[in-house]
């Protein structure tokens, strides 16, 4: 039984944002006794995020970062603070998420479920678009067909939970044998990509990742505008982003590549510089 979580999220200069979501999640109401705790890493932000968030909710355990954590470096700091705490699951969750009512008590009925046949499992709590029903965040299933490996969205399924392969982190449920097994995220990742590859790597464990029934909140999709990704920026622009630690550093990205997409590496490991230079999306 699921008795005890930490939350665990990471922040920079988005006051208002994480304000929101944090009511959010402490708003929750769940069925039964369950602690709460949350770890929120500050990571050097300079519009008095910590100081509000310390005036608003004192339950929660603010951590200082010095602005060069990014996501997965927050996350794995504010992990490796709870996983001293020995809890029985482990929630991470963006600042720039907001659940819906009952989420909290629908992820955890839907962990308790499969972890009474199985030793641990990963519940992705998918995210819609705001006002809408559009997917934005949650479950992923890799597929592949020929030289091409692609990971999907997995849409939820109003009453029952969907096997997936790995999952995006802005509201996943971890339990405690996975993080035992597993660990943290990985250091050599700064930004993108850790939840990818923790999940990835959970289930190549053998454990268990689904996406949880229904919506679990509402988050914008991240725009690919002014982006690596965007085709519209100048060339030298586009690589300054690629390179950067919010597109895809070539280190990190070929130690993914290499890790998940098996024989088919070499043609993703260089597929973001190639398209990037030939001016393709």
Known sequence: MIQRIAALATCYN??????????????????????????LVDDGSSDGTAEAVGLRFPSVRVLSGDGTLYWNGGM??????????????????????????????????CAEEVIVNRPGVIVAGSMRRPGSVELTYGGLIKRAKGLRLDFYSVEPHPHHSLPCDTM?????????????????????????????????RAKKLGFDIVAMPGFAGECEGNSSANTWRDP???LRARWRQLMSPKGAPPKEWVLYTARHFGWRFPLYAISPYVKTLLGLR
């Open 76 to 109: 794995r700091k504010a992990f490796r603070a709870a996983m001293d705490g020995d809890y029985d699951a482990y929630i991470w969750f963006n600042d720039d998420s907001r659940l819906l009512p009952g989420a909290l008590q629908k992820i955890i009925e």
């Open 232 to 234: 519209r920026l100048p």
């Open 168 to 200: 995006n982190g802005n509201f996943t449920l971890i339990s405690r044998s996975v993080a035992q097994t597993v660990g943290n995220l990985d250091a050599r990742f700064k930004h993108q990509l850790g939840d990818f590859d923790y999940g990835l």
């Open 14 to 39: 988005r006051r208002e944002l994480t304000l929101e979501s944090l009511q959010s999640l402490l708003s929750q109401q769940v069925a039964r006794a369950v602690t709460l705790d949350v770890y």
